[in-house]
């Protein structure tokens, strides 16, 4: 998997956007960027990914530079219910797990 | 429909103990992995199945840890003579297509083991 590397932890106030960073910058040509989010005592939940172009749906947007280095996820108006941890995942092509590593805490906050 | 099934949702046993850990991934999905995850940490790849063949366990730590999904379907994560290192959340997902292609992973709610 290419490496990334998110900041530890991120504060939002609740109802504004939350723009979690994440940096992939040895990811290949063909190999998706994947979002993933857990919420406590939960099991993972995919929240989006995408290869090139911005995407959006009815949970987040992805924003991925240019040159695919860095990635951004978008969540427009947070919620209580958004804090969790977020992991940002560049899996290489044909593999055959994801490798999490120790993503984002998000914290909401009223 | 329903999602991915764990059970038992919680095991607590005896360290040197056997323990099998059930996964019934969403009907029609061909691949089905098995995550381990410590307190604080993210999730740990264990195996991963296509149909009834596990086609990737370089995340088995040992050969204390067996799976098998025999029909293709249902998954049991096996743990021989459990340590106190084992304790940790297992979760199992599933998708329908190989990981090869771009397509989410559905996880379940986990099974959380304690070796006491």
């Known amino acids: 998997d290419a490496k990334t590397t998110q900041p530890p932890s991120m504060d939002c106030a609740e109802g504004r956007a939350a723009n979690l960073p994440c940096n992939h910058s040895?990811?290949?040509?063909?190999?998706?960027v994947y979002w993933y989010r857990q919420i406590h005592s939960q099991g993972p939940q995919y929240i989006i990914h995408?290869?090139?172009n911005n995407e959006t749906n009815e949970m987040a947007s992805l924003i991925i530079t240019e040159d695919r280095k860095s990635s951004t996820l978008i969540l427009p108006h947070a919620t209580l219910r958004d804090t969790a941890v977020y992991y940002c995942?560049?899996?290489?092509?044909?593999?055959?797990?994801?490798?999490f590593g120790t993503g984002t805490r998000l914290t909401v906050i009223p | 429909g329903a999602g991915v099934s764990q059970t038992p949702s919680n095991k607590v046993t005896e360290k040197g103990k056997y323990v099998e850990l059930r996964c019934d991934p969403i009907?029609?999905?061909?691949?089905l992995y098995w995550y381990r995850q410590s307190l604080g940490q993210g999730p740990e790849f264990l195996i991963y199945?296509?149909?009834?063949?596990?086609?990737?366990d370089s995340g088995l730590p040992n050969d204390r840890f067996f799976a098998v999904r025999p029909e293709g379907s249902v998954s049991t994560l096996k743990i021989q003579r459990t340590e106190r290192g084992d304790s940790a959340v297992y979760l199992c997902?599933?998708?329908?297509?190989?990981?090869?292609?771009?397509?989410?992973?559905?996880f379940g709610q986990g099974t959380r083991l304690t070796v006491v």
């Open positions: 997902a599933s998708s329908p297509l190989p990981r090869g292609g771009s397509t989410e992973a559905f």
């Open positions: 040895t990811i290949s040509g063909n190999e998706y």
């Open positions: 995408g290869l090139k």
């Open positions: 995942i560049a899996p290489r092509t044909g593999a055959n797990n994801l490798f």
């Open positions: 009907s029609g999905h061909t691949a």
């Open positions: 199945f296509q149909g009834t063949g596990a086609a990737d």
